[in-house]
Nanobody, 131 residues
Framework: EVRLVESGGGSVQDGGSLLLSCEVSGYPITIKSNYRLGWFRQSPGEVREGVAAVDNLGNTAYARSVKDRFILSVDFTKSVLTMHMHNVTSEDSGMYYC??????????????????????WGQGTQVSVSS
């Protein structure tokens, strides 16, 4: 069974930092497997939007609003995807979901068109930025 478990959300002040983690089990995250792995966020009344993603070819993509502030990395030994969030603003508030698509490449396009029906999702972790 494939499982994605997010952690690290919480409340943070405007301009602060936060670290989100997504632990993947039941699916190999290695250089030999096919995957797209990333973070998507959703605010009340809004559609879920792509934040950052990485694929098995090493391509990394970021939404324009978080580029140069958020940093994505993968720990292959633990199958954990982390996202360092720096200089956050109220616009970064929302429920953050980790997603895994068992197909390779095209992280940038995947971030825009969002995962398809075969994707796996975590339960989400809430991020609240206050001024």
């Amino acid at each position: 069974e494939v499982r994605l478990v997010e952690s690290g959300g919480g409340s943070v002040q405007d301009g602060g930092s936060l670290l989100l983690s997504c632990e993947v089990s039941g699916y190999p995250i290695t250089i030999k497997s096919n995957y797209r792995l990333g973070w998507f966020r959703q605010s009340p009344g809004e559609v879920r939007e792509g934040v950052a993603a990485v694929d098995n070819l090493g391509n990394t993509a970021y939404a324009r609003s978080v580029k140069d502030r958020f940093i994505l990395s993968v720990d292959f030994t633990k199958s954990v995807l982390t996202m360092h969030m720096h200089n956050v603003t109220s616009e970064d508030s929302g429920m953050y979901y980790c997603a895994l698509d068992p197909v390779g490449g095209f992280a940038r396009e995947w971030l825009i068109i969002r995962p398809g029906p075969d994707a796996y999702w975590g339960q989400g972790t809430q991020v609240s930025v206050s001024s």
